[in-house]
């Protein structure tokens, strides 16, 4: 089992930055890859960032380059370094690790990102 902790949501203006944190206790070695969603009112959840075990990363287009997906391992925790903020990234952003092909997830229970105009 994996317990996930967002952290370091809050309300920011356009083009300001904001950094999630994401602290992961439990099986973490059994972790294969840990990512960011983010879910606006009315809109489905998606996903904005991942990083495998091996240390790869992808994002989401409308994020490519202003957000960055890290990891301390000695800390157990996953980042999400979000710059040049605009107002379309207002969500709950929610911390995610994956267990592998055809295997569980667990969810964290969500941090809100408030962007101001």
């Known amino acids: 089992q994996v317990q996930l902790v967002e952290s370091g949501g809050g309300l920011v203006q356009a083009g300001g930055s904001l950094r999630l944190s994401c602290a992961a206790s439990g099986t973490i070695f059994s972790i294969y890859a840990m990512a960011w969603y983010r879910q606006a009112p009315g809109k489905q959840r998606e996903l904005v960032a991942a990083i495998t075990r091996g240390g790869g990363t992808n994002y989401a287009d409308s994020v490519k380059g202003r957000f960055t997906i890290s990891r301390d391992n000695a800390k157990n925790t996953v980042y999400l370094q979000m710059n040049s903020l605009k107002s379309e990234d207002t969500a709950v952003y929610y911390c995610?690790?994956?267990?592998?092909?055809?295997?569980?997830?667990?969810w964290g229970r969500g941090t809100q990102v408030t962007v101001s105009s």
């Open positions: 995610n690790a994956n267990m592998g092909p055809s295997t569980v997830d667990y």
